[in-house]
């Protein structure tokens, strides 16, 4: 989120795609309650299915899944005929006036720089028309350069007519008119709108760009950086933000510094690939300059003493990848018989998937696999999932039991980026043991073999790190000091990322945390028995004293990267002179002499009458918001293309229908296409989840086993009718990959839709049942169904829009 | 410990909001509860927790008693975020804390195997040593075909959980990268 859970109070109008926050969020849903309740504001629900944040909404649309392109793409039209957008923040605070080069086309679904063979575009062309001096962009603050962004912008759109939205999304043409002029209204500097997304937006080949698409229509309308606004993930897991932020992923480093790769030799290489460059005299471009000194401070803390000024402080001591090592990836790494060994550690990919028969194949394939938890899950398991034959597998299969989250202290980050600590309630149970001690025992025991055989470049391994008191039990407190970082020169923890250095005499194990644990004498310590300030408490019993602007930002509730800030980009909340667009919600404001409010993300004592003034966007080399970006892999501007399965040809350019980008791994590896068509399944499915369970895990829970015991299919009435299947009926359900034999639930939440002329059904699939838990013999797998694909920038599975046949048992 | 501790405050907060809680009945359930709930979790420890299921991050209560079991979890009514409230499942996360299900001891289950072998955390971390050092000598790649340095092994992978405190995950991201990692997962892709 770039705002938070109570700051949707503040909003005049919620639109909510490919989420549903009254039954996966329920309690963050409080919020978006109290906007409607206590001002008036409008929700607006589009989604497959009408759920209870539908009941509630002032407005619902059935949407196809995987076509909120089109919708948000109509909406960025509408308001751009309409002369609706905020005038004075798309001309200074996003790239609308900035020139993109000669050449660049647009044209059939084609982006210029495509390469059919490679399935990839060169994305030279996308970049900006620049002065060869310089390098700043030229500009046109006039807007009428025919290659200025905003013309580009409103010719792109001028295509998503509310004729072709109806024809793509199925929305009908005077509900989306309806929606239009509620989001039309939202331009005014004195109203804000959010856009609240969840994984219905991100499971799908486009879902980088289904999410960009509401980016930008934020920026048309001037909603970034505002309270009440912004651009609002809802994360599905307690942590996921920590531990996206600390870079579990392939292709980051702590803080979103980008993962080295081949070819460069050396810190100077990395940081002119990886960070950003200024193309405005006005940008700050603050991530950029300061890159190498994150960098730097994140190798010393890994690398201690072995990373010297000499040796470019161990730069080659971090792994450089030969391309994509996502999630699918793996597996398609495993059925290729490249990967031999798999640590899953809370996580269970036979029930994740995509496409969980091959996901089964290729942990098959394994010469090992580790499954770290504290219960039994569908890959500890898996060797005799329902359908395998244990004498065929010869993996070796380890079950490592662990603690549970109330077994240990450490944080959590939630979806709105607080940190809230929690304490060690119970002691770990019986035998079980923490992930991260048994990570450190792990990594002690492979560094003796080393030292004892020799082996394949041990030097990282002997070089990184471990300075706690017992270095095979790290305390979570010492590892958030660690990620804080010090000051070597003084031996003191930062109290900021702005004083971190590149010459070796700092640490920063995430630059972004640095500040949330900082030196007791600082003044952000606030004098507090403890400086960790994630567990601060100043809470809701004394409204007056700890949310002194009633906007919500409880600023000593917890602590919220970066340095306390609650809501992102809030320099953009205020006018070029400093005053807030809308006085009755400030974010941050010029008093003459500093900045009050939040946490400014911008320098706290820079005058905006300053020629020089930094531009609002601080983090890229603009300094305003991206309306058009050429970091996307896809497409500068988010462009509608149909799932990779799809019952209808793409409306808009039938040649090229589905995303050109997208990485297509059976076809790459040469394995047997796992793709249907709409011929032999013609009903789109969409899979979700309930409000009794998380995931798999809570199959363990008897009161939510009680609530939600069994694996079902929900079935609109009208196709329900045409099938003759009724509520209780068995029925089963097939993709090209596999099948599901389960209850229909038919209902009218789900119903029929018109789209590229013709009339299609959308069958919903709840996620959560498998043949471990306490209620066995439920063994279907939704994911079996799922398509082996994900989308073109992250990889992130298809999972949302795929094709299936349903019959009645 | 806070100076004004749960229970004061829910007192504050009923009689600030009046005569909720009466029922048709005509007597005050809140309070029949109240008297219930206190009986349940006197004189027992109160610390702090956050819900383990989505990202909302409801803050809890957790009462233990003097041997250190759980008695009650409850919402944090202080919290900005949740203000008290809990979904069925953060309501039922004392359910998951004491599950019935959990692993008791380290398992092994061999090639071909059709049941799981009981070892011990030491056999098993001996066993995963070799096997992790195996697989790093023979997939890791110093230098790749067009002569750059990229220090890398391809043939083993992690994927970490979401219920991983962030410091636990960060410790994570350290060792993996420190064998030389590529194939790094969680689930936010997922």
């Given at each position: ?274 960070a950003a460059k200024k193309t405005h005299p006005n940008s ?227 630059w972004i945390y640095t500040g949330s644990y900082p030196d007791p004498s600082a003044p952000a ?285 | ?190």
């Amino acid at each position: 989120m770039t705002n938070h859970w109570r700051d949707l109070k503040n909003s005049d109008l919620i639109l909510i795609n490919g989420a549903n926050p009254a039954e996966a969020h329920p309690v963050g849903f409080q919020w978006f309650m109290r906007a409607k309740l206590d001002r008036g504001a409008k929700l607006v629900h589009a989604d497959p299915r009408f759920t209870r944040t539908s009941a509630v909404s002032d407005l619902y649309l059935r949407i196809r899944t995987g076509t909120d392109v089109a919708y948000y793409g109509g909406l960025i039209n509408y308001v751009l005929q309409n002369n609706l957008h905020q005038q004075d923040y798309v001309t200074n605070y996003t790239n609308a006036a900035w020139i993109v080069k000669d050449g660049f086309t647009f044209k059939d679904g084609l982006f210029s720089g495509y390469d059919a063979a490679k399935r990839s575009y060169d994305t030279s062309t996308w970049n900006y028309e620049t002065d060869p001096d310089t390098g700043y962009a030229h500009t046109d603050y006039s807007l009428q350069h025919p290659r200025s962004v905003f013309q580009l912008m409103k010719q792109h759109y001028s295509r998503y007519t509310p004729e072709v939205v109806e024809n793509v999304t199925g929305i009908p043409k005077d509900q989306f008119l309806k929606v239009a002029k509620m989001v039309g209204e939202m331009g005014r500097p004195d109203k804000v709108m959010s856009v609240v997304y969840a994984v219905g937006l991100t499971h799908h080949t486009t879902g980088s760009q289904l999410i960009r698409s509401g980016a930008v229509l934020q920026l048309v309308l001037g909603n970034m950086g505002m309270p009440g606004g912004g651009m609002n993930a809802e994360r599905g897991h307690a942590n996921i933000q920590g531990n996206t932020d600390h870079a579990i992923s392939w292709d980051i480093l702590p803080g979103y510094l980008r993962i080295p790769a081949p070819g460069q030799k050396n810190l100077d290489d990395y940081v002119a690939q990886s960070a950003a460059k200024k193309t405005h005299p006005n940008s700050w471009n603050f991530f950029g300059i300061n890159y190498r000194k994150f960098m730097v401070s994140l190798l010393k803390t890994w690398y201690g003493d072995a990373a010297t000024k000499d040796n470019e402080f161990a730069f080659h001591h971090v792994p450089k990848p030969a391309g994509n090592a996502s999630w699918i990836t793996i597996f398609d790494q495993a059925l290729k018989g490249k990967m031999q060994g798999v640590l899953l550690s809370g996580m269970t990919a036979t029930s994740i998937g995509p496409d969980s028969n091959q996901v089964l194949k290729g942990l098959s394939n394994l010469k090992w696999l580790v499954v770290m938890d504290a219960l039994p899950t569908t890959s500890s398991e898996f060797w005799r999932a329902p359908g395998m034959d244990p004498s065929g597998i010869d993996t070796e299969v380890f079950l490592l039991p662990t603690t549970h989250w109330i077994e240990k202290d450490g944080s959590f980050v939630n979806s709105g980026r607080w940190m809230q600590w929690k304490d060690q309630v119970m002691k770990p149970e019986g035998n079980s043991r923490h992930d991260h001690w048994i990570m450190a025992d792990l990594f002690d025991r492979v560094k003796k073999l080393y030292r004892a055989e020799g082996g394949k470049f041990p030097d990282p391994l002997y070089a990184l790190t471990l300075n706690y008191a017992d270095p095979l039990k790290p305390e979570l407190d010492e590892i958030a000091q660690e990620i804080n970082g010090r000051d070597l020169t003084t031996g003191k923890r930062m109290a900021t990322f702005a004083n971190l250095k590149d010459d070796g005499t700092t640490t920063a194990g995430d630059w972004i945390y640095t500040g949330s644990y900082p030196d007791p004498s600082a003044p952000a310590a606030q004098g507090r028995a403890s400086a960790n300030l994630a567990k601060r408490r100043d809470g809701i019993r004394d409204p007056q004293r700890n949310d002194p602007t009633g906007l919500g930002l409880y600023s000593n509730w917890a602590w919220s990267w970066p340095l306390n800030r609650r809501i992102l980009y809030n320099r953009a909340s205020a006018d070029p002179t400093g005053k807030p667009w809308d006085p009755t919600r400030p974010g941050i404001q010029w008093n003459g002499t500093l900045w009050v409010g939040d946490v400014p993300d911008y320098p706290p004592n820079m005058n905006p009458a300053d020629p020089a003034a930094w531009l609002p966007f601080i983090m890229n080399g603009e300094g305003t918001g991206r309306i058009f970006s050429s970091s996307m892999v896809d497409g500068p501007l988010p462009e509608h293309y149909e799932p990779v399965e799809s019952p209808i040809p793409n409306p808009l350019h039938p040649a090229n229908s589905a995303s050109p980008v997208a990485f297509l791994y059976d076809q790459a590896a040469g394995r047997p296409n796992r793709f249907g068509t709409v011929k032999d399944f013609p009903h789109i499915a969409t899979s979700y989840r309930l409000t009794e369970h998380e995931h798999y895990v809570t199959q363990h829970v008897p009161l939510l086993v009680g609530l939600q015991p069994e694996a079902f299919v929900e079935i609109p009435f009208e196709l329900g009718q045409q099938l003759k299947i009724n509520s209780g009926d068995r029925v089963r359900v097939t993709s090209q990959r596999g099948k599901m034999e389960v209850l229909a639930l038919v209902t009218k939440r789900l119903g029929p839709i018109t789209v590229g002329g013709k009339k299609v059904y959308q069958v919903g699939i709840p996620i959560h049942w498998g043949f471990v838990g306490i209620k066995t013999g439920q063994h279907w797998l939704a994911n079996a169904l799922t398509p082996f694909v994900g989308d073109a920038n992250a990889r992130t599975p298809e999972f949302k829009a795929f094709l299936v046949n349903v019959e009645k048992m | 410990m806070s100076a004004i501790s749960r229970r004061n405050f829910l007192k504050i907060g009923a009689v600030g909001a009046g005569g909720i809680g009466i029922s048709a009945l005509g007597f005050d359930l809140a309070q029949a509860y109240q008297v219930k709930q206190n009986l349940r979790i006197a004189g027992a420890r109160e610390s702090h927790s956050v819900c383990p299921y989505c990202a909302v991050g409801c803050s809890l209560v957790a009462y233990t008693n003097d041997s250190g079991q759980l008695l009650q979890i409850e919402g944090d009514p202080d919290s900005p975020v949740n203000e008290g409230r809990l979904c069925p499942k953060g309501a039922t996360a004392m359910q998951l804390a004491v599950a019935a299900n959990r692993v008791k001891s380290v398992m092994y289950r061999p090639p071909k195997a059709t049941a799981w072998q009981e070892i011990t955390w030491d056999k098993a971390l001996d066993m995963l040593a070799r096997r992790v050092k195996d697989a790093r000598d023979a997939t890791f790649v110093t230098t790749d075909a067009s002569g750059s340095i990229v220090n890398r092994c391809e043939g083993i992978a992690f994927a970490g959980g979401a219920a991983f405190s962030s410091e636990e995950g960060y410790f994570a991201t350290k060792v993996m990268r420190g064998l030389g990692l590529v194939h790094l997962e969680q689930q936010a892709r997922v």
